[in-house]
């Protein structure tokens, strides 16, 4: 594996992983909004409650302004991990920095 392609999969994690916090805020920010749905780095809507539609029949009918689905000690729990994830990859980014700092003396 080159050392381009090390460092090109850590940028990679760190803007995943810096993705993944600001989804976190963006739901913590709008806990209190009605009808807001939680969202994952991506951008896609996290369901709430499943509806099932047995032999085709059934439907749902909202009657009211729910509240937002946004579970907070989730959102917390994926920025720690998000934060982790964020400071393995700064240090391959570092190690790496090291390592070719190493070749260079060596050769020199």
């Given at each position: 594996?080159?050392?381009?392609?090390?460092?090109?999969?850590?940028?990679?994690?760190l803007a995943?992983?810096?993705?993944?916090?600001?989804?976190?805020?963006?739901?913590?920010?709008?806990?209190?909004?009605?009808?807001?749905?939680?969202?994952?780095?991506?951008?896609?809507?996290?369901?709430?409650?499943?509806?099932?539609?047995?032999?085709?029949?059934?439907?749902?009918?909202?009657?009211?302004?729910?509240?937002?689905?946004?579970?907070?000690?989730?959102?917390?729990?994926?920025?720690?991990?998000?934060?982790a994830?964020?400071?393995?990859?700064?240090?391959?980014?570092?190690?790496?920095?090291?390592?070719?700092?190493?070749?260079?003396?060596?050769?020199a």
């Amino acid at each position: 594996m080159s050392v381009s392609s090390i460092l090109s999969t850590a940028i990679s994690g760190l803007a995943s992983s810096s993705a993944k916090v600001a989804a976190s805020a963006q739901n913590i920010v709008n806990i209190n909004t009605d009808g807001y749905l939680a969202k994952d780095a991506q951008g896609r809507v996290t369901p709430a409650v499943s509806v099932s539609r047995a032999f085709g029949a059934g439907s749902v009918q909202v009657e009211a302004i729910e509240p937002s689905n946004v579970n907070v000690a989730k959102e917390f729990i994926d920025m720690i991990a998000a934060k982790a994830a964020y400071e393995a990859n700064a240090k391959v980014i570092r190690t790496t920095e090291d390592m070719q700092k190493d070749v260079l003396d060596i050769k020199a």
